[in-house]
């Protein structure tokens, strides 16, 4: 993209990294690029600031991940977070040791006069998450923030241009953290605040002419927002005889997905999409597979094969793929050296990064969040409909239909009654969910993220009488995954409304299974719609989950509301919605349960698998 003023955001571990890149691009107006600790220094001499990530190293420990030094000997401003924090008062001769008890959750900031805390009120609410903290000032620095459990919360030395924050202004629980972050990135650093749709779509289009020079662009478009916009931004940069757009029919999608894909995107001025049915080869490629990694890089390399054939005689002359990659495909793909492979998307396939080494494929929107996505769509003109649906996975429903063989039906039996005593203690100790809460162990497993790592555990099926406690009950869900080993999400059953353990099943991708999870996947979104729901909620994935009571199978409804999709939380649903929908869902053959997942993100991924 074009010149803009810099923040690198260095990455020590985990996705706060990214968290703090996008607070900053979305809320202040200024770009942000993500950096390896071990960046060279050179790399950076042009950026205006850096931010020190937090991470879950302890500063001390043998293979924590460790900073550039040099970069310390920039003359530009540096803010520390956390582990950040750390480096910086390791550096300068200060003392970092382990707190008397880990700290998780809200503190009460009390601060002192310094330009990073303008327009801060005293006693802000901040948010901590550390067991390690500064113990000794380095020499020339000097405290402007403490805790009742953390005398140095904060500290400065103007002279060097250097300052850390042991809590975490980037997460929404600190109260004033946008103006903290603003602070240091404008007045601080003196950044242009000029990262801005205009702005994007402008160096979008010239960064398109660039790397495609001469040649000609075959794009997969999916219908989804994402490859949406990048199909209208390659018409916007380049003559439409140079661009082919493909719509392949997975068998996969959505209920009519596909000819609503092609007749919306005709009316966007694409005179040339073609439609190629691929269902029965993708049914085929995935009958018998169960493992979420596996149905993933299958659906992955489908996805290159079917370009590459219908690129046809383009396939030997020049030509480059185009697709509609963001910033949550790389960082979950395990794109940075410090993120773990939480889920392989199908745009991160060995073969795709192949192509990427060779110079064969363009990502126009790479650098984008979704929510800088959608403003970059509205910018091109496109509908309100297109930009605003909800998010849809490239593998489709085949990572939203969970799968399992004989083999995995007995471990999970196995694994669900070894957890099961932990989740009961877990509930009785409880303060809320002692007396009105009963759970039990699926014996199925689901993909999640603990400690920015990806886990492969159980979910935990709820039971609550009456009126839905929606607060209670995240509360709840997020305190019981946190402290049991096995289970990593929470649903809370709808119907059957009576404590009842269901039989768990073999089951794999099928067309009669796909067509199943379509017809549920058609009634849940419908019935956002009917209750005005639609637009409030982020994204909502129906699961189809291979346990039942009557040789049926269990419907999950999944609502989130997410701006950036690294963390999502519950979106709440009102009885009206299940009074309607549970009944119609019910109705159809080969459903006998439904529940609605209510763990946010982490530790529950958004989709399943």
Known sequence: MMDHDTIAVVDNGGQFAHLIATKVRDLVRVKTVIV?????????????????????????????????????DLDIPV??????????????????????????????????DDPIF??????????????????????????IGNTENCPIAAFSDPQRKRWGFQFHPEVEDTLHGEEMLRNFAVDICMARQDWTAERNLEGIVTD?????????VLCLVSGGVDSTVVAALLLKALPQERCRFVHIDTGLMRENESGEVMKALKLQGLRDLKVVDASDRYLD????????????????????????????????????????????????????RNADVIKTHHNRVDVIMRMISEGRVIEPVKELYKAEVREVGEKLGLPKELVHRHPFPGPGLGIRALCQDGGMIGKGRREAAEVQPSVDRGIHEDQWGRDNVKGLVLPVRSVGVKGDARSYEHPVALWVGGTIPWKELKLFSTRLVNKTQGINRCVLMIEPDAVRAPDPMERYITKSRMDLLRGADALVM???????????????????????????????????????????????LPPAFFRDVVPELLSIDGIDAVAVDVTSKPPGTIEWE
């Not at 327009?119 to 405290?143: A, N």
């Open 79 to 112: 803010l520390g977070l956390c582990y950040g924090m750390h480096e910086i008062a390791v550096r300068y001769g200060g003392k970092v040791g382990r707190s008397e008890f880990k700290e998780y959750g809200f503190a009460s900031l009390r601060i002192e």
């Open 208 to 216: 398109i002419r660039r790397e495609v020079g001469e040649r000609n």
């Open 526 to 572: 419908d019935g956002l719609r009917r209750h005005g729901l639609y637009d409030t909620i982020w994204q909502c994935p129906t699961v189809l989950v291979p346990v039942g009571y009557t040789g049926g199978e269990m419907i999950v409804i999944r609502p989130v509301w997410s701006k950036r999709a690294m963390t999502a939380e519950v979106s709440e």
């Open 118 to 143: 303008k327009g801060v009120p005293q006693g802000d609410r901040v948010w901590m998450s550390h067991g390690d903290k500064v113990t000794l000032l380095p020499e020339g620095f000097r405290t």
């Open 285 to 336: 490629e995935l009958s018998g597979k169960v493992e979420p990694e596996e149905k993933r890089k299958i659906i992955g390399r489908l996805f290159i094969d079917l370009i590459n054939e219908e690129a046809g005689e383009a396939a030997s002359a020049d030509w480059v793929l185009a697709q509609g990659t963001l910033y949550p495909d790389t960082i979950e793909s395990g794109g940075t």
């Open 36 to 72: 390896d600790p071990q960046t060279d220094p050179s790399e950076l001499a042009g950026t205006k600031g850096i931010i020190l990530s937090g991470g879950p190293d302890s500063i001390h420990e043998e293979g924590s991940i460790q900073l550039n030094q040099d970069i310390l």
